[in-house]
């Protein structure tokens, strides 16, 4: 039986490191251009060391895959395909993305390139995959939160490739939700730009009760699975991936040759012959590891043994180690050895043949000879100028030339054939070695068979300018009276878990006040999604029999619910049903591409967070031109992080309340204090900015915008405060506007 092997992914921050993952035994290496990466401060490649790496990559039967995995702005968009056209020339295996906008523009210009879906996209179960699949992913690197029963079903239900982390540093929040550093200092992660706030000390608090002392409960310690292999190597996942772009290069080719080392003996012997060489560990615990190792969240959920609670700093590394790695791996790659086979005979064409031991052949065919006049070719000058195979990846062991009379060539004609020669002499190679052909000319609209073709964008009716009006999202029932008490709304958003929990006293009130006033009623629901939530869902379902009427849409936060709801809709024979589908701020629109992919399937879309009013009013306006709403959150504690961790477990605390939400507070060594939710529903934390974000005090900005809807989210605050805010009469001491104003970088 043949066994499809794992490809194993290491990174390249540079050209050295990119040769020193080869050199170890790399399958494929990711790595970002000068824009557009998730690195920004790694040092990364030029565009020629990208032509470069793809064409020394394919020739040893390597791949290569490229990060665009970052929000793009409308400006940067418009330059995407002269960035990626090149490399898409010259092979490019794939382009890892993150941006709905990006993804489209891809599959559109490129539809011959595959597209990998980043893991910051949150992909955390199978109607998600499959979901993107569907649109012309080729393959996911999920949430790496995900358990390794998880990622086998997204794997075997969902039908896409898989590509999962197996070592390196781990962020505390799901990946693509996190806006710590953007509220904080500007620096998104989104971008590519995080300062890394988890990295810095804080205390956790229970109210005013101190529950731990300063220390690093954000910090989770490294990623290193190589005890784990076995398990990993028999779920079938597709590739395994190393983190660490912002590392040296005798990191990529360490810890490459490491894993190299203990797949092989996995395929060699099997699971029950694989031992680990504590050396073997050794070496990769001193190969910049924060302070300590773990396994991730394969087998667990979250917990204490995960963090690294002392300074989470790089340890230092073995410079005599280090050495030995680069000396050994950090170099050019062994040339291949060729034969040549030259004719020079005057009358015929100049010929040039090359072969290999393997039977791999080429040959070329160049000027006329003519006959010498003065001084005519001698056999050593032509050997000289045929085997000078100067940055190509051959050398010449061999070289018999044949030569017939008193030729004469110029020199350039020399240097041409022997170029041609090795050129169509590495192109056969790669293609042997990769079933690769080198024949992608031109990346606009490219014709080739891809993943998917270009799909049009649907016909929208422009609707009118209109005044905003106001919506309100409410976590509490004593938010939900005051809102309804108001009676001023719009739409108002009940958290799906606010339903559940208190679903008799909430029927209620939809029918009485607020429906006469003709307020819409839609259910937020959760921010993540995980498998256990099946039930849930079915419980949701259950609770909306014979109550559809009830309700006109949801708020959708996540692809797991973009892909559910749609389901929904779809069960009931029309193209949107009777519910809206609402995408929320974390679904990012950042561009008007994005806008068009998510109109495909959505009615509306949430201006995020991290766009200026200029780039917000000019998304309006891309909305307006698809015939759907744009909404604008005007106040709100911003979830600055949507976590599988927890710190109550983190903190010895943990209470296991159901469907009761707790809160502790984190404060950072300013004394700044962030509540945090703790959901024990589904399983995660929500951490909040310290302060609420408003747009009372922007009003310039916020009405030059041009929302369609300003919307209200309603956290932890009282009855009385929520009155307060819709008012006009604002009640806390201090606030941010985010972005508003500033953007990010």
């Known amino acids: 039986m043949v066994v499809d092997k794992v490809e194993l992914l290491a990174p390249a921050g540079n050209y050295d490191a990119f040769l020193g993952a080869l050199n170890a035994g790399a399958d494929a290496v990711y790595l970002g251009g000068g824009r557009f990466g998730a690195r920004a401060y790694a040092d990364n490649f030029d565009d020629d060391q990208i032509v470069r790496t793809l064409h020394v990559a394919h020739f040893y039967g390597k791949k290569v895959y490229l990060t665009v995995n970052t929000l793009l702005k409308e400006q940067e968009l418009a330059e995407l395909t002269a960035f990626l056209t090149p490399f898409y020339e010259a092979g490019l295996d794939g382009v890892i993305v993150q941006d709905f906008g990006v993804f489209s523009h891809i599959r559109r210009e490129f539809p011959a390139l595959p597209l990998h879906v980043s893991t910051q996209m949150t992909v955390t179960g199978k109607r998600g995959a499959a979901f993107l699949k569907e649109q012309g992913a080729c393959r996911i690197v999920p949430a790496r939160e995900l358990s390794l029963k998880e990622v086998q079903k997204i794997k075997e239900e969902a039908g896409v490739e898989v590509e999962c982390f197996i070592h390196g540093a781990m962020c505390y929040c799901y990946s693509g939700q996190c806006l710590f550093s953007s509220i904080l200092g500007g620096r998104s992660g989104n971008r590519g730009r995080c300062a890394q706030p988890c990295r810095l000390p804080y205390t956790i608090y229970d109210r005013e009760k101190r529950l731990s002392g300063s220390g690093y409960p954000l910090s989770l310690k490294d990623m290193c699975t190589l005890e784990y292999l076995p398990k990993l ?158 940055e190509s990846l051959l050398f010449v062991s061999d070289c018999e030339i044949a030569m017939e009379g008193e030729g004469f060539v110029p020199i350039r004609a020399l240097n041409e054939l022997r170029r041609k ?3 169509a002499f590495e192109s056969v190679v790669t293609e042997n070695r990769s079933g690769r052909r080198q024949d992608r000319t031109s990346g606009k609209r490219a014709q080739e068979e891809g993943c998917l073709s270009a799909k049009p964008a649907s016909e929208h009716i422009l609707p009118e300018k209109v005044r905003a009006v106001t919506d309100c999202l409410v976590s509490t029932l004593e938010q939900l009276r005051a809102v309804v008490e108001w009676g001023r709304c719009r739409r108002i958003y009940l958290e799906s878990d606010l339903f559940l929990k208190e679903r008799d006293t909430i029927l209620r009130m939809m029918t009485d006040k607020a429906s006469r006033n003709g307020t819409k009623w839609c259910l937020a629901l959760p921010y993540i999604l995980r498998e256990w939530d099946e039930s849930y869902l079915e419980r949701l379902v259950d609770s909306l029999s014979n109550r559809e009427a009830l309700f006109s849409g949801f708020l959708v936060r996540n692809l797991e619910e973009l892909a559910f709801v749609r389901m929904l809709v779809q069960k009931s024979g029309e193209l949107f049903g009777s519910y809206a589908l609402i995408p929320d701020a974390g679904l990012y629109s950042f561009n008007a591409q994005a806008v068009r992919f998510l109109a495909e399937f959505a009615g509306e879309i949430t201006i995020p967070y991290e766009l200026n009013a200029k780039e917000a009013a000019r998304l309006v306006s891309a909305a307006a031109k698809q015939g759907i709403a744009a909404n604008l959150v005007v106040y709100s504690r911003i979830p600055m992080m949507i976590t599988a961790n927890c710190l109550q477990k983190t903190a010895d605390l943990c209470r296991k309340s159901g469907d009761r939400q707790e809160q502790l507070v984190l404060k950072d060594r300013y004394g700044a204090a962030f509540p945090v939710v703790i959901n024990c529903e589904h399983c995660y934390n929500v951490v909040y900015n310290s302060v609420p974000y408003s747009l009372h005090g922007a009003g310039k900005e916020r009405d030059r915008i041009g929302a369609a809807a300003f919307r209200h989210d309603f956290v932890m605050e009282s009855g009385v405060q929520c009155r307060q805010i819709l008012e006009g009469k604002f009640p806390f001491e201090s606030h941010t506007a985010g972005h508003c104003k500033r953007g990010v970088e």
């Open 233 to 390: 190597l028999a779920a079938g996942i597709d590739s395994f991936k190393i983190e660490g772009r912002m590392k040296r290069p005798e990191y990529a080719a360490g810890v490459t040759a490491i894993y190299r080392k203990y797949i092989d003996l996995y395929y060699r012997e099997g699971a029950d012959n694989y031992r680990v060489d504590p050396v073997d560990m050794d070496r990769l615990r001193s190969l910049y590891i924060r302070s300590e190792i773990q396994t991730g969240y394969y087998e667990r959920h979250n917990g204490k043994e995960m963090i690294t609670f002392g300074a989470p700093g790089y340890s230092g590394s073995d410079e005599t180690n280090l050495t030995k790695i680069r000396d050994r791996y950090v170099r050019e790659p062994e040339k291949m050895p060729v034969r040549m086979q030259a004719a020079v005979k005057v009358g015929e064409p100049l010929y040039l043949g090359i072969m290999s031991d393997q039977g791999l052949s080429a040959a070329v065919w160049g000027e006329t000879v003519q006959q010498a006049k003065n001084a005519p070719l001698t056999e050593a000058e032509v050997r000289k100028r045929l085997c000078r195979t100067g």
């Open 421 to 423: 020669a090795v050129e």
